[in-house]
């Protein structure tokens, strides 16, 4: 695919690399000749410089010929301008970024019925309900649902209490149907194999129907307690959507911490069930005057990827049940593992996962990557691809893969190593990035 890449800021580069990377004709565009010229070299694309707003730029560019073109700059209205023009021009579908809430509202059909632009991301809201999800699911740090919310696909973290330390993944006991498939240790997402042994502080990856996901993550981390008691640490553009989400669960006691004063009163009216705190500071000791010890979650999500790690790793040493930080620049994550803080979450991985589900094509449904690179996908079998009657290990060597779960008839199957695959099974997948193109091979109707 010919893709337009407008933005070179974390997100852009983070989408130019990938979609690079699984061999797409990738073109970056930014408006910054200094970042542009020091970025030429280091991206395997076409790094120019331009206004990725301006409709003769556009079309000197080629933009009409553009099988997609994500617009992803720090200003929303550029990047409506941006989707809009590729569109008018002839670009085959278009991306725009767009943060603030009031642009488009709930309803996206304006945006993709009237304007034509195909996709409207939001990742500070996406990244809200992503945040809401975990802590509603007890001993997770990360949940994320596939197949119309039939299949959950949970991440835990092993402690001492847990029955799985020190022993092989193969003789575990399963509690429910489930499918352990990968963990994440040092880092590094890796595919689990019968032989290997869980170690304390691993990320464990398990699937399952969403009816049964609860019980399989409480036995996996060994004791799940529900939170009750959230704090939140900023109340800006993530802070604030997730107090509401939490509020309307109506099961939680929630507290912003907010260092604008303003701020803090503009809060204060829009949230009737919250409790908005202005506090300037980070340290320990404002962090323990106002309950972070007693905290089943704290999240860090006030803007800056510093003050959210600190904040984070001291609510994590005062005994907060769970600890979790937005991180959005990758040269962070590392400092996740290191501080012992539980979770990261980042808007620009959930920008990319959007980007590429609309670049893998209709078959891919849902996608969810992870911080070490691996990703888990949704997939359909075709009626007549490769897949197709073939037993799911000689699959899953053909698509270097694993599948996790099967969805047939709206029914969730754990499978097994002789299960075959039909046509029309909805698939979710995990991924370790080198078999994207494989994907395609294995599940796509042969032409």
């Not at 933009?63 to 809009?84: F, H, K, M, R, Y």
Request: aromatic share 4%.
């Amino acid at each position: 695919m010919r893709v337009i890449v407008i933005g070179i800021g974390e997100v852009g580069q983070h989408i130019a690399r990938t979609l690079s990377s699984d061999r797409h004709d990738v073109t970056v565009v930014d408006s910054d000749a200094t970042r542009v010229a020091a970025l030429q070299g280091d991206l395997d694309a076409l790094v120019v410089a331009g206004d990725g707003a301006s409709p003769k730029f556009l079309r000197e560019l080629g933009a009409g010929e553009a099988d997609l073109l994500c617009a992803v700059t720090q200003s929303d209205p550029v990047n409506v301008i941006a989707a809009l023009v590729a569109h008018q021009l002839g670009a085959k579908q278009t991306v725009a970024r767009v943060r603030d809430a009031e642009y488009f509202g709930a309803d996206e059909s304006f945006a993709r019925d009237q304007l034509g632009i195909d996709f409207v991301i939001n990742p500070d809201l996406a990244t809200a309900e992503d945040l809401a999800e975990a802590i509603l699911l007890p001993g997770a740090v990360h949940v994320e649902y596939f197949a119309g919310g039939k299949v959950a696909v949970a991440e835990s973290i092993l402690t001492h209490r847990s029955p799985l330390v020190g022993q092989p993944f193969g003789a575990r006991r399963i509690v429910r149907p489930s499918f352990v498939f990968g963990l994440i240790r040092d880092g590094r997402a890796i595919a689990v194999e019968p032989g290997h042994r869980a170690k304390v502080g691993d990320h464990i990856l398990v699937a399952a129907a969403r009816e049964d996901i609860e019980p399989v993550v409480a036995h996996i981390a060994g004791s799940a307690k529900r939170v009750r008691d959230v704090i939140i640490f900023g109340g800006g553009r993530i802070g604030l959507p997730l107090a509401r989400r939490l509020e309307a669960a109506r099961s939680f006691n929630v507290t912003i911490m907010e260092r604008d004063a303003e701020r803090a009163w503009q809060i204060a009216e829009q949230l009737a069930g919250t409790t908005v705190l202005h506090e300037e500071g980070v340290g320990k000791d404002a962090l323990l005057a106002h309950g972070v010890d007693r905290a089943g979650a704290f999240v860090a999500c006030a803007g800056d990827d510093r003050s959210n790690l600190l904040a984070a790793l001291h609510a994590h040493q005062l005994g907060a049940g769970l600890s979790l930080a937005i991180v959005s620049r990758e040269e962070f994550t590392p400092l996740v593992d290191a501080l012992g803080i539980d979770a990261s979450f980042s808007p620009r991985l959930v920008t990319a996962e959007a980007i590429l589900r609309a670049v893998r094509g209709p078959n891919v449904h849902a996608m969810y990557l992870l911080s070490g690179g691996a990703e888990v996908v949704e997939v359909q079998a075709d009626a007549g691809c490769k897949a197709e009657g073939r037993t799911l290990a000689a699959v899953n060597s053909d698509a270097l893969t694993h599948v996790t779960a099967i969805v047939r008839h709206d029914r969730v199957l754990i499978p097994q190593n002789d299960e075959r695959l039909r046509a029309g099974d909805r698939l979710v997948v995990f991924n370790v990035r080198q078999g994207v193109a494989k994907l395609h091979q294995t599940f796509d109707a042969v032409a």
